[in-house]
């Protein structure tokens, strides 16, 4: 039996680092509750439904920041499919109160583009508001949650002589 120890304890820390290295899910009605603020620098954030159009009358809001000092959100968007009526916010800090950085409604794209706090931002958080109406209901989007270094403000000297 004690010759069988190592390999079990080899085999329990495999399955740990299995679920542990297991990218986190954050889905609009799974994974966080109504205006929660979840605190994660990896993981996929998608609308309510990732295999297919999202529900009419939705309305959710869900704030994503950073867990490392001195980093700030950034969501890599690779997917965009948002309805006429039907609105996806961004905005620039903890909360609905704060500057909206971008507004996507009857917006369809495939590629990437990337969305991160803003420089004037002290939270380092972006919060998402999302509402569907009954009309046209789309595939949402599919977002890669990352943190990044907030970009440093450049100011050049010219010297001449």
Same mark, same amino acid.
């Given at each position: 039996?004690?010759?069988?120890?190592?390999?079990?304890?080899?085999?329990?820390?495999?399955?740990?680092?299995?679920? =542990?290295?297991? $990218?986190?899910?954050?889905?609009?009605? !799974?994974?966080?509750?109504?205006? %929660?603020? +979840?605190? @994660?620098? &990896?993981?996929?954030?998608?609308?309510?439904?990732?295999?297919?159009?999202?529900?009419?009358?939705?309305?959710?809001?869900?704030?994503?920041?950073?867990?490392?000092?001195?980093?700030?959100?950034?969501?890599?968007?690779?997917?965009?499919?948002?309805?006429?009526?039907?609105?996806?916010?961004?905005?620039?800090?903890?909360? =609905?109160?704060? $500057?909206?950085?971008?507004?996507?409604? !009857?917006?369809?794209?495939?590629? %990437?583009? +990337?969305? @991160?706090? &803003?420089?004037?931002?002290?939270?380092?958080?972006?919060?998402?508001?999302?509402?569907?109406?009954?009309?046209?209901?789309?595939?949402?989007?599919?977002?890669?949650?990352?943190?990044?270094?907030?970009?440093?403000?450049?100011?050049?000297?010219?010297?001449?002589?």
């Amino acid at each position: 039996m004690k010759k069988f120890a190592p390999y079990f304890v080899l085999f329990l820390i495999s399955i740990l680092c299995y679920n =542990t290295a297991k $990218a986190q899910t954050y889905a609009l009605n !799974n994974g966080f509750t109504f205006n %929660e603020t +979840v605190t @994660t620098c &990896s993981g996929t954030f998608f609308d309510s439904n990732p295999n297919g159009n999202y529900a009419p009358f939705e309305s959710y809001i869900v704030t994503f920041r950073s867990g490392n000092i001195g980093k700030v959100m950034q969501m890599n968007f690779t997917q965009m499919a948002v309805g006429a009526g039907d609105t996806l916010f961004v905005y620039d800090g903890l909360g =609905t109160n704060n $500057a909206v950085l971008d507004t996507f409604t !009857n917006a369809i794209f495939n590629g %990437e583009f +990337v969305i @991160t706090v &803003s420089d004037t931002s002290n939270s380092g958080a972006l919060t998402f508001k999302f509402t569907s109406n009954a009309s046209i209901q789309a595939l949402g989007w599919q977002a890669t949650i990352k943190c990044a270094f907030k970009c440093q403000k450049i100011q050049g000297n010219i010297i001449t002589t």
